[in-house]
């Protein structure tokens, strides 16, 4: 701001004029300016005869302390098929290097230089297992270096790692995935790799997966001798332990494979002259066979385990095949007659020497026609006449009525029964041979008829 006077009329006016507050910049100019020359007469003289290639160590036996850690921000997809985990992990190096030291007071009060790292020593740390196209996924960053020679790199990085996914327990499986670094030239003597938190990774900052649960990242420092060489190889190993989430594997997989195998069960409901009955089963089988899939897409190809769910779709959809079967053969029996098929030996053989044919109890229909024990025989009936269907005990006395009731039984069989009357009693001594005959004649007619369905509705027999 500036002051000035101007007369007006013979008095004197004070002018104020307001300029841009550049002033303000000026104390950071000059700063920087006294700074500028100190940091680069200091880099020139850290950087003129550096060595890249040297191991900054004050004596050659001695190991170079390697401090190790690193942060999990992210877990960014879990490669079930090709069995890869991605990841968003920042590293952290610590080491001193004995030939980046200074006396701050000599350059300006500079005690920390921010340089790249292909201008110093920086130790060649790799992911072992890594599956990336570079093989060294992470972004090189500046190296922090202070006067005391300590330095920092924490490079960021996206890491794509091999892991052995088991999917035994799919979808209610924990995964165990390594992170293997080390070394790949310097053994132990050379680069000593220390753990930098014993608790393992820094979590901190994790931005959580929408399919999986953190639950820790264990880290531990392994010391290998290998074949090929006597000095020990260090290398520090993290393990990622997953957790996988299921509530979307359960409402889009589970839920609607078990209603879909409960409507199984339903088919056998529907009657069987109903088009429908083998349609509802193929269908079923069908629609678990796209759920299956859907299962076997994001699974590995590998025979080393079953998944759970895998399991389950195929105890289902073995149950259904069973009942798709089963409802053709029941369609297959319920539309034969006696016009086209000949009723088997062995049906008609266990037919006739099953209780209810037994020719001994032929007096109990004899004296339910002559008598009208119908009350005393109802049990019986109930008892007896189950091979003739699932229909309820009301339905069965009515189809026994129909045999005792129907013409044939009436004009041809009773006569015979009558004649020989005295001797239907087990008393008497059992039925003659003749009546044996034209009852298992007669009898084995009305069961086929029943069984093959020739005559029709059961109102016929009523």
Not at 183 to 205: A, H, K, R, V
């Amino acid at each position: 701001m500036t002051v000035s006077f101007r007369y007006v009329c013979g008095r004197p006016i004070i002018l104020r004029h307001f300029s841009e507050p550049k002033i303000q910049v000026y104390p950071f100019v000059f700063a920087e300016s006294l700074q500028g020359p100190h940091e680069k007469r200091l880099l020139h003289t850290l950087l003129d005869h550096y060595n890249v290639l040297e191991r900054p160590v004050m004596n050659e036996s001695d190991p170079l302390q390697l401090s190790f850690g690193l942060t999990l921000m992210q877990i960014i997809d879990v490669d079930e098929k090709n069995q890869l985990l991605i990841t968003n992990i920042w590293l952290k190096l610590e080491w001193n290097d004995v030939n980046l030291r200074w006396n701050s007071s000599e350059y300006g009060g500079v005690k920390d230089l921010r340089i790249p790292p292909h201008r110093i020593w920086k130790p060649d740390v790799l992911m072992y297992n890594s599956a990336d196209e570079g093989f060294d996924g992470t972004y090189p960053t500046n190296v922090v270096v202070r006067n005391n020679g300590s330095c920092l790199y924490v490079p960021p990085g996206i890491f794509k790692s091999t892991c052995k996914i088991d999917i035994t327990w799919f979808p209610f499986d924990d995964q165990r995935c390594e992170m293997k670094f080390g070394s790949w030239t310097y053994d132990g003597f050379q680069l000593d790799l220390q753990l930098q938190d014993e608790n393992g990774g820094d979590i901190s900052s994790f931005i959580t997966n929408g399919e999986w649960d953190l639950l820790g990242v264990p880290g531990k420092r392994n010391e290998i001798y290998y074949n090929c060489c006597p000095e020990p190889y260090i290398d520090i190993t993290f393990i990622i332990i997953i957790r996988r989430r299921t509530l979307y594997y359960f409402f889009n997989l589970i839920v609607p494979c078990v209603l879909i195998a409960s409507m199984a069960v339903l088919g056998f409901t529907l009657p069987p002259d109903s088009g429908e009955k083998l349609s509802l089963g193929v269908t079923i089988l069908l629609s678990l066979t796209v759920f299956l899939n859907m299962v076997a897409e994001t699974m590995p190809a590998t025979s080393d385990a079953v998944p759970l769910l895998g399991t389950y779709f195929n105890c289902i959809m073995f149950m259904v095949a069973s009942s798709v079967v089963s409802t053709i053969l029941i369609l297959n029996y319920h539309h034969r007659n006696a016009d086209t098929h000949e009723m088997s030996p062995w049906v008609s053989s266990e037919a006739l020497q099953s209780p209810v044919l037994d020719l001994s109890d032929i007096r109990y229909f004899v004296n339910f026609y002559l008598v009208g024990q119908e009350v005393l025989y109802f049990p019986y009936i109930k008892r007896r006449l189950r091979l003739w269907g699932s229909e309820n005990p009301h339905t069965v006395v009515k189809r026994a009525k129909g045999i005792i009731y129907h013409d044939e039984m009436e004009l041809w069989l009773m006569p015979r029964l009558l004649e020989g009357k005295p001797s239907l009693d087990s008393k008497h001594g059992g039925v003659s041979p003749h009546i044996n005959n034209d009852v298992k004649t007669l009898l084995n007619w009305h069961l086929h008829e029943l069984l093959l369905g020739r005559r029709g509705s059961t109102d016929l027999l009523i």
